[in-house]
T-cell receptor
Framework: SAVISQKPSRDICQRGTSLTIQCQVD?????MFWYRQQPGQSLTLIAT?????????ESGFVIDKFPISRPNLTFSTLTVSNMSPEDSSIYLC???????????FGEGSRLTVL | TQLLEQSPQFLSIQEGENLTVYCNSS?????LQWYRQEPGEGPVLLVT?????EVKKLKRLTFQFGDARKDSSLHITAAQPGDTGLYLC????????????FGAGTILRVKS
């Protein structure tokens, strides 16, 4: 298993501003995943972050809106840019650690955009 | 269209009751995982099933993988308030590029 720490755990932001979420893992991992989740609902994959290369984004998500950094094998950041109320959500960082590709998640960052 | 259909979407029961959550698909999955998520936390893996017909037990929770590997179920016996949370099934299927696919989730509330 892996221990994943996310910061901030929650934040309230103004429309038009940007917020960077940090994700720290206690072990080296090749891929880190960023998900978005509305409270009580399922997870939507935003992008996969690989160390040393650009992140791979899923359909509906673009780098200009959600730039990702992956400077080393234990750390990644996700920025939510030019925020609007529609970006209010929980953002989760995860890594794969099991033999069958199971995921381990951070505690999530709950973002509210006013 | 959800690639993994979960039902029910919401379940509110009394402590001590039994319940079953279903996860169905028209596609074959190489494995299925079940997660539980409590408010303010990330999902936590409960179990992975990989073999068709497999049954796994985790205390009062019983997980089953369908023979054809297209469906799975989670049965909770004598539910307790601590079982309250969002239950998510997820799996890998070659039909979806071998990316982890999540079901829509089942919100379970167990009242004391």
């Amino acid at each position: 298993s892996a221990v994943i720490s996310q910061k901030p755990s929650r934040d309230i932001c103004q429309r038009g501003t940007s917020l960077t979420i940090q994700c720290q893992v206690d072990s080296q991992v090749t891929m880190m995943f960023w998900y978005r989740q509305q409270p009580g609902q399922s997870l939507t994959l935003i992008a996969t972050a690989n160390q040393g290369s650009e992140a791979t984004y899923e359909s509906g998500f673009v780098i200009d809106k959600f730039p990702i950094s992956r400077p080393n094998l234990t750390f990644s950041t996700l920025t939510v840019s030019n925020m609007s109320p529609e970006d209010s959500s929980i953002y989760l960082c995860s890594v794969s650690g099991g033999a069958a590709g199971e995921l381990f998640f951070g505690e999530g960052s709950r973002l509210t955009v006013l | 269209t959800q690639l993994l259909e979960q039902s029910p979407q919401f379940l509110s029961i009394q402590e001590g009751e039994n319940l079953t959550v279903y996860c169905n698909s028209s596609s074959v999955f190489s494995s299925l995982q079940w997660y539980r998520q409590e408010p303010g936390e990330g999902p936590v893996l409960l179990v992975t099933v990989v073999t068709g017909g497999e049954v796994k037990k985790l205390k009062r929770l019983t997980f089953q993988f369908g023979d054809a590997r297209k469906d799975s179920s989670l049965h909770i016996t004598a539910a307790q308030p601590g079982d309250t949370g969002l239950y998510l099934c997820a799996g890998y299927s070659m039909e979806y590029g071998n990316k982890l696919v999540f079901g829509a989730g089942t919100i379970l509330r167990v009242k004391s």
